[in-house]
């Protein structure tokens, strides 16, 4: 009896020591891997922001090459994923971003997004266009409705007014949906100094106040 009492006083003895020391170790383990996160993220902000400052490309030679500004109506082409087809400027809190089609990682690492399922500049419905919130969108907490929004892409300028700001949901789709009239919709995640995939999104909604409909310029180039 004296024995078996002994047995499972030593048997509780290393439970517990083995739960002493599995504390610590998930702890470690856990914190490596918050380590880990943080600094893929980090990362990835920094490969961003270096590229911010380096839009020039280069060519075959090895030689810097500039896209071209010129405008020619009858070479109006739709860009592809992942090809640059503007910039967005709001003076007002010195933003210049390049904006690409498409909103995958790979485009939102080098500058803003454009949405695939919303439409162009001068189609007269809905651009969507998403960035990070700490990167080239951080700078949307500071607009205030009446801001100009210069939207230059390869085939003219839009220029817009920010009508709208507004926090949703991250699951909220509304702000993609086409719609009657042309507007521009940039969204982040928010709030802004959220650590880890914010739940909410800053929108900020703009009216067209200039720029040549699509339909015209092609109409150009027709030759109609």
Known sequence: MGR???SKGKSRKKSGMGILFGIPLLLF???IA?????SYNYLKSAFYISRLFIQDDINDNGKLKTVSSNIDS???VFPGFGDKFGDVTIKSV????????GDREEELLKGAGHYNGSRFPGEGSNVVLAGH???VFGRLKDVAKGDTVIFNTTYGEYIYKISEIKIVKGNDTSILQPLDTEKLTMYTCYPFDYVGNAP???VVICDLVQGTPLKELMKKGSGQ
């Not at 918050?34 to 943080?38: Q, T």
């Not at 010195?94 to 089609?101: E, F, G, Q, S």
């Open 4 to 6: 078996k009492l002994i």
């Open 29 to 31: 383990i856990s914190g």
């Open 34 to 38: 918050l380590i880990s996160i943080g």
């Open 74 to 76: 009858k070479k109006i």
């Open 94 to 101: 010195d933003l210049n971003v390049p904006v690409y089609h």
């Open 133 to 135: 919130r700490n990167s």
């Open 200 to 202: 909410n999104r800053y």
